[in-house]
């Protein structure tokens, strides 16, 4: 009994690294966009696919593979802000911005899915795992694989939240989430700092993608279970609060997890909902309290 | 209170309170708005004004105190119910129904009020205010002047008893602010009931049968506009505008 | 000039759809046809909750498919007249719509969209999971459609159509004067321009978004008992987010808050979608996803050309 919780404490964790790669990514965008990137799942697929490209066709090192697959991700996501949310930013003027943004990328996201499958073609698609090998614990093992996604994804995190604290790029950024007439007035470059923070929050989703390639295989829907899940932990977190959604993603990661013990596996993804709109009805601002800036 | 002669004041506020986490935003605040005068709340940015309205019409709930409408509490009722008892509001920024036109704007505060037969006065407003040849232009796009005038007007089509207005020349040309000031002198002389948050101080001093002052969320003074002007405490308080907190 | 072509074009479209059946006597047009109307009545209810009156939805899939679901499993198991089971599918579609509405009374533009999205894949999950009655990943089939159609396949397609096409033209005629021409609709545009104004000018906005809510998923879980009854399967998949996408796609594409935009738009899109199915069954999707973007940045008024946007 207790060895089977140990080992389920241990697929949570590692799954909660995932989840808080993701999430984290996309509470970031919305923090400081004030934008909910439906899209989000789309940059995890592409991630995917970029891993599998670079691994796979052209036998790049699987270091390299996924370094590549996140820069591309990175690459493409700078091209969302100034391509489709500035110009409807344009439109709306001082409009409030309203729900027309979901929609916006929710259309991205069809139009992204449906490319991959166009491209790519429905097969799931096979990435060999970066490492090979499990962590023998005696009561469980651990594929090292599955350990490597926890150490990237902690290293990735780590390196965010540096970046955010330390760098001048990361202060703006921080800046723009606090206030962003404030931060324009102080000579911030909105646009920039919003292109930049949309591209590191898919970038990191890629990321992810390439990283659980092995462990999910590739195809082009992947993502999308993922973004609805990170929708209930960046709600249970507190919307825009980027240690809540750290938080969350383990809080529901665990969940899942152990709640195989009680109820049948394939409703294991309904937890995620179910949190999701319990939270909503009881807690809008989120566990930690405080929430978003607005 | 018993079988008083005396008619119940149309707007009584009494100890009303409101905290923002340790922040008094309103803090111990009572008057009355007797039927058919004009009030003029005034004070220093942040002290407090636009909180009072908040807790009348129930956009925010008081910690404390209580609002009496004709001599019946409405701290208790929501919005909606507060806004058919004949009470209007107007917004500091103005509030409208930007992308429908001028005429639904109407047509919408009469539904919600309840009240039928509205077009022949909304006529009237519209002609009065110089809105009548707009009435089918979106509401976002007349200008800032014109955007007042709608606001009120869209309170005036259903005969309101009390009138809350939150600086309705904020913003406005010289020639609309006379038109909103002989607007409101006309409707008291027909019985309406206004309470006005307005910096413009010869608008208030001249339009006003009584104002109240307040001060960090409390009242400082109250009283007719010649005992105000000359009070050394309101002069304090609005000189020393420059080192009050502006939080509000 | 758009109000011109609005009185034209309208009646000139309904009065060809009634008569497509004798126009072009074929099934595999009347079976597209067919769905094309029932895609838009799910279009036009997801434009009274969303276009109208602004609490936009990304569960619409979920109440589509609980229609569809109710009308197929009440039919298969306890022998419902399929007249009944479309009453039964709205009113279980509307049932669930009155309880997902309960959080949009506190919830706003976001979170409202996250909860309905939520929805719909929970309604998924248990259509694929509860195998007794929804017969799982495979889907619910074998029961009964309208009864006495002609028995002749062709006849028995045109029949179905026009039953089809009467009901859907009558509740996009239903919803659209709610919108217009009663207090409702009012209440729903000034909830979606200005929810505080609104209560300000004494609207009670918790009962008019409830109302939109229980409308909308009605006449949602009503097309999916359409559905049910033409295409005689109904599974899991009739509740995935891709459903939702082309419902919205549709409604942005023909013009929000006008109801008969959305209805437009679906036929032209579902007509575009089953076009480019003969290129690659893929391109349908892309082509939604494009039309979805390029009509929200830059046709915000969609082909109805309506004065009023979300």
């Known amino acids: ?294 | 209170m018993g079988k008083e002669v005396t008619q119940p004041a149309r707007l009584a506020v009494s100890e009303l309170t409101k905290r923002f986490g340790g922040l008094r935003a309103v803090s111990g605040c009572s008057f009355e708005v007797e039927a058919g005068s004009v009030v003029g709340l005034i004070g220093p940015n942040g002290s407090g004004k636009t909180t009072v309205f908040d807790l009348i019409t129930r956009l925010l709930r008081a910690d404390g105190g209580r609002v009496l409408h004709d001599g019946e509490r409405i701290d208790d009722l929501s919005t909606h119910e507060i806004a058919r008892r004949g009470i209007g509001r107007t917004f500091q920024a103005v509030r409208l129904f930007r992308a429908l036109p001028v005429r639904e704007n109407l047509a919408i505060a009469a539904m919600g009020r309840g009240v039928r037969d509205w077009e022949g006065r909304a006529d009237a407003w519209l002609e009065r205010l110089g809105l009548m040849g707009l009435v089918d232009a979106s509401a976002g796009s007349l200008s800032v002047g014109q955007q007042r005038l709608l606001e009120l007007a869209m309170n005036l089509v259903i005969e309101p008893t009390l009138l809350l207005l939150d600086e309705p020349l904020a913003g406005v040309h010289p020639v609309v602010r006379r038109q909103i000031a002989e607007t409101i002198r006309e409707l008291r002389g027909r019985g309406r009931t206004f309470l006005i948050i307005e910096h413009h101080m010869p608008f208030v001093m001249s339009l006003c049968d009584k104002i109240v002052v307040m001060d960090h969320g409390e009242k400082i003074a109250e009283g007719p506009p010649a005992a105000i002007r000359a009070d050394e405490r309101v002069i304090a308080a609005l000189l020393g505008q420059g080192r009050a907190r502006d939080d509000a | ?310």
Not at chain 1, 61 to 74: I, L, N, Q, Y
Not at chain 1, 259 to 284: C, D, G, K, T
Request: proline share 5%.
């Open chain 1, 1 to 294: 009994m207790l060895e089977s919780l140990a080992e389920f404490a241990i697929q949570g964790i590692v799954l909660g690294g995932l989840y808080a790669l993701f999430a984290v990514g996309l509470t970031l965008i919305f923090g400081v966009l004030d934008v909910i990137n439906v899209a989000h799942g789309e940059f995890f697929a592409i991630g995917g696919y970029l891993a599998f490209a670079a691994i796979v066709v052209l036998h790049w090192p699987g270091a390299a593979g996924v370094a590549g697959a996140a820069v591309g991700t990175f690459v493409l996501g700078l091209g969302v802000y100034p391509l489709l949310l500035a110009p409807l930013k344009r439109r709306l003027g001082a409009r409030p911005r309203g729900p027309l943004y979901l929609v916006l990328t929710l259309g991205l996201s069809t139009f992204l899915q449906s490319s991959l499958l166009a491209a790519a073609g429905g097969d799931y698609l096979r990435v060999p795992p970066y490492a090979g090998g499990v962590l023998d614990l005696s009561f469980t093992a651990v594929s090292h694989q599955r350990l490597l996604v926890l150490v990237v994804s902690i290293v990735l995190l780590g390196g965010l939240f540096l970046f955010l604290r330390f760098h001048r790029e990361g202060l703006a950024v921080r800046a723009v989430a606090q206030n962003p007439d404030a931060a324009q007035a102080m000579g911030i470059n909105l646009p920039r700092v919003f292109a930049l923070t949309l591209a590191l929050g898919v970038g990191l989703a890629g990321a992810g993608g390439a990283l659980m390639a092995p462990l999910f295989n590739v195809y082009p829907t992947v993502g999308f279970p993922l973004t609805i899940k990170a929708f209930a932990i960046t709600i249970l977190g507190g919307m825009g609060n980027l240690a809540g959604a750290l938080v969350a993603s383990f809080l529901i990661s665990l969940a899942e997890a152990f709640s195989v013990m009680l109820i049948p596996s394939e409703w294991q993804n309904a937890i995620a909902f179910a949190v999701m709109i319990v939270m909503l009805l009881l807690r809008p601002s989120g566990l930690l309290g405080g929430g978003g800036r607005r």
């Open chain 3, 1 to 310: 000039m758009i109000a011109r072509v609005r009185v034209i074009a309208v009646p000139a479209a309904l009065v060809v759809a009634a008569l497509l059946p004798a126009l072009i006597p074929h099934p595999f047009v009347l079976t597209l046809a067919t769905q094309a109307m029932v895609w838009a009545l799910l279009a036009a209810s997801w434009d009274l909750l969303s276009g109208y009156t602004g609490q936009v939805s990304f569960g619409h899939a979920g109440f589509f498919a609980l229609g569809a679901y109710a009308a197929a499993t009440a039919t298969k198991h306890a022998d419902l007249s399929p007249w009944l089971g479309l009453v039964f599918a709205a009113l279980v579609a509307a049932l669930v719509g009155g309880l997902a509405g309960f959080p949009a009374l506190r919830l706003r533009g976001h979170y409202l969209a996250l909860v309905t999205l939520g929805l719909a894949e929970i309604v998924r999950l248990v259509a694929q999971n509860w195998l007794e009655l929804t017969g799982g990943p495979f889907g619910i089939h074998d029961y009964r459609t309208f009864p006495g159609l002609p028995a002749a396949p062709l006849a028995h397609r045109q029949a179905r159509y026009v039953i089809v096409v009467a009901i859907v033209a009558a509740s996009v005629v239903a919803m659209r004067a709610l919108c217009e021409r009663t207090p409702a609709g009012k209440a729903f545009r000034a909830i979606r321009e200005d929810e505080v104004l609104a209560e300000m000018l004494g609207i009670r906005t918790t009962v008019y978004k409830l109302l939109a809510f229980v409308v909308s998923s009605a006449f949602a879980g009503l097309a999916g008992a359409l559905y049910a009854y033409d295409v005689q399967l109904v599974s899991p998949s009739v509740a995935s987010a891709a459903t939702t996408s082309f419902v919205i796609g549709m409604a942005v594409f023909g013009g929000l808050g006008t109801v008969w935009g959305p209805v437009l738009g679906a036929l032209l899109l579902f007509g575009l979608s089953e076009g480019l199915r003969f290129i690659g069954v893929v391109y349908n999707l892309i082509a939604v996803g494009l039309v979805i973007m390029i009509f929200v940045v830059f046709v915000p008024r969609g082909l109805a050309g309506g004065r009023r946007t979300a």
